[in-house]
């Protein structure tokens, strides 16, 4: 895989609170992460990882935060300036992800149609990120006829194809056979190798296998960082 050689990218994020239905989901959270970071997420369910990923990704309006960078001189406390930061960085990946109907070319493709590239750049772009994923063969199939393994790693493909600084994978392993699994650790450790900031929620008690360097867990609504 081609190192993309990014320097490394510093976000810090504070007073991180989210409530539902009057429940607290999230209190007061404080963290930094690094692109250089691979993060394991865990926390019974419904403690509120998918939560925090969606806050971290621009998806959802917290109740309160503050988020400042390398590339910021102010912390960013207004929601839309921060979520077009988020939304740039951080690219969110369900456990059972959407592709539109079409080919998976297509739906790899889409989000490099908004970016000043010829079809044949496209097209090589494409093919790159799908021998990424070993899924070379699919390049015409449609959507609807993947499994669901194969949908997870053709969402990895279309997330990496974009360039983000952070992939937030979301119980990735949930409708995956063991081939799939073992196929995804391989493609997920080298997105580390490619200097993409990984955050990965599991309760698959294989990702062991997964080259992690920090552990975060939520209990409570707080935050605690556990030895790897």
């Given at each position: 895989?081609?190192?993309?050689?990014?320097?490394?990218?510093?976000?810090?994020?504070?007073?991180?609170?989210?409530?539902?239905?009057?429940?607290?989901?999230?209190?007061?959270?404080?963290?930094?992460?690094?692109?250089?970071?691979?993060?394991?997420m865990t926390?019974?369910?419904?403690?509120?990882?998918?939560?925090?990923?969606?806050?971290?990704?621009?998806?959802?309006?917290?109740?309160?935060?503050?988020?400042?960078?390398?590339?910021?001189?102010?912390?960013?406390?207004?929601?839309?300036?921060a979520k077009?930061?988020?939304?740039?960085?951080?690219?969110?990946?369900?456990?059972?992800?959407?592709?539109?109907?079409?080919?998976?070319h297509d739906?790899?493709?889409?989000?490099?149609?908004?970016?000043?590239?010829?079809?044949?750049?496209?097209?090589?772009?494409?093919?790159?990120?799908?021998?990424?994923?070993?899924?070379?063969?699919?390049?015409?199939?449609?959507?609807?006829?993947?499994?669901?393994?194969?949908?997870?790693?053709?969402?990895?493909?279309?997330?990496?194809?974009?360039?983000?600084?952070?992939?937030?994978?979301?119980?990735?392993?949930?409708?995956?056979?063991?081939?799939?699994?073992?196929?995804?650790?391989?493609?997920?450790?080298?997105?580390?190798?490619?200097?993409?900031?990984?955050?990965?929620?599991?309760?698959?008690?294989?990702?062991?296998?997964?080259?992690?360097?920090?552990?975060?867990?939520?209990?409570?609504?707080?935050?605690?960082?556990?030895?790897?």
């Amino acid at each position: 895989m081609k190192k993309l050689n990014k320097q490394a990218i510093i976000v810090k994020l504070t007073n991180i609170s989210y409530q539902r239905n009057k429940q607290i989901i999230l209190h007061d959270l404080e963290f930094e992460i690094s692109s250089e970071n691979f993060i394991l997420m865990t926390g019974q369910n419904g403690s509120g990882k998918s939560t925090l990923l969606k806050i971290i990704s621009g998806l959802l309006k917290p109740d309160s935060f503050s988020l400042s960078h390398k590339q910021s001189v102010k912390n960013k406390k207004s929601w839309l300036a921060a979520k077009k930061f988020l939304r740039k960085n951080f690219c969110y990946l369900h456990q059972s992800p959407y592709l539109f109907s079409g080919s998976v070319h297509d739906n790899i493709a889409y989000g490099l149609k908004h970016q000043a590239l010829s079809r044949q750049e496209i097209d090589h772009k494409v093919n790159e990120a799908l021998k990424i994923v070993s899924l070379q063969h699919l390049y015409n199939r449609n959507s609807y006829a993947l499994s669901g393994g194969e949908k997870q790693r053709i969402a990895i493909a279309r997330s990496w194809v974009i360039h983000p600084t952070f992939i937030m994978l979301d119980e990735p392993f949930a409708n995956m056979d063991k081939h799939s699994r073992n196929s995804t650790y391989d493609i997920i450790n080298q997105l580390k190798e490619d200097n993409i900031g990984i955050i990965l929620t599991s309760h698959d008690p294989h990702s062991g296998e997964l080259d992690f360097n920090r552990h975060m867990h939520l209990h409570q609504g707080n935050m605690i960082e556990k030895t790897i």
